[in-house]
Structures are given as structure tokens and as C-alpha cells.
């Protein structure tokens, strides 16, 4: 695709051996990284994994020049609370060089293509997605905390 001359992009957990996405890091225009929990703890409640390697990718990633936007799915009941979005904050801070961060507030679209499947939710009913003036909320406290924001 860069051959041709297309914008590459890669959508990415970062949940890898470091030599295998350092491989992509010179056919890549832009790494799309999944931030999905600051508290290693609970990212591997949520998750099944802990977060080191996932962190150690991302700074890595950052280290080498390439271009990343932080995404970063916001879930009530699981991540949707103040210690994150400070730990995002803090990521922000800490790799100056991100292309900006974007929230991906919670939404129920995948719960009827994955019935077509017969497949359950993992998302339990009770979870209901961010009413507006929440996700407003979140990217207040983000960019008062001067966070480059990306928005929908």
C-alpha cells in the first residue's frame, strides 16, 4: 500500500513480542493503539491481561517516532471514572509526541451482528452507553488537563 502511495494505518491492542510490531513501525503512517484500562489490575479483570506489555509497546512505539493515536473505549461500570481519564492525562503527557487522543464512548451497535452469529455479549444489559453531556464531561476534564483531543 505505501508503495502505491496509500496512508497505512494499523489498528492495534499493542498485546505483542516488541520485534513484531517494531517490524511495522517503517510501513506504517499511523498506529491507531487501543488504551483500554490505566490500572493493570483491573485491565486484567476486564481484559485477561495485564497492561505492562501492552504500556511498554506503546512507549516503545512513541520512542521509535511513530505517528500514534491514543483510542481509548470508555465503558460505564469498567473504565468510565476519573483514575483513568487522569491516567490518560498522564499517558498524553508522558508521549508529547502522539498525533491526540480520542474517547470511544460505549455504544450497543455489535450487540445484533453478534446474536447473528449466535454469539452472547460479553457487556452485560445493565451497561448503557454515556449519555452526551457525560462524554462533553470526560473531554472537559481531558482538555483542561491539556490533552490533544481528537473528536467524533
Known amino acids: 500500500a505505501r508503495q502505491e502511495g496509500l496512508h497505512t494505518c494499523l ?5 505483542c513480542d516488541w520485534p ?3 517490524r511495522l513501525v517503517g510501513l506504517v503512517d499511523l498506529f491507531l493503539y487501543d488504551y483500554k484500562e490505566t490500572d493493570s489490575n483491573l485491565h486484567k479483570a476486564f481484559t485477561g491481561e495485564p497492561n505492562q506489555v501492552i504500556l ?8 521509535a517516532s511513530a505517528r500514534i493515536l491514543l483510542r481509548c473505549p470508555m465503558i460505564p461500570e469498567y473504565n468510565a471514572r476519573q483514575e483513568h481519564l487522569d491516567g490518560i492525562a ?4 508522558e508521549l508529547p509526541q502522539l498525533a491526540g487522543v480520542e474517547l470511544l464512548p ?5 450487540r445484533a451482528k453478534l446474536a447473528r452469529f ?12 454515556p449519555d452526551r453531556a457525560t462524554v462533553e464531561g470526560w473531554h472537559a476534564h481531558l482538555r483542561k488537563a491539556g490533552v490533544r483531543l481528537l473528536q467524533p
Open 90 to 93: 498522564a499517558m498524553a503527557r
Open 106 to 110: 460505549y455504544h450497543r451497535l455489535g
Open 11 to 15: 489498528e492495534t491492542s499493542g498485546f
Open 56 to 63: 511498554s509497546n506503546l512507549r516503545a512505539l512513541h520512542a
Open 118 to 129: 449466535g454469539f452472547r455479549p460479553n457487556m452485560p444489559d445493565s451497561v448503557a452507553p
Open 20 to 22: 513484531s510490531l517494531k
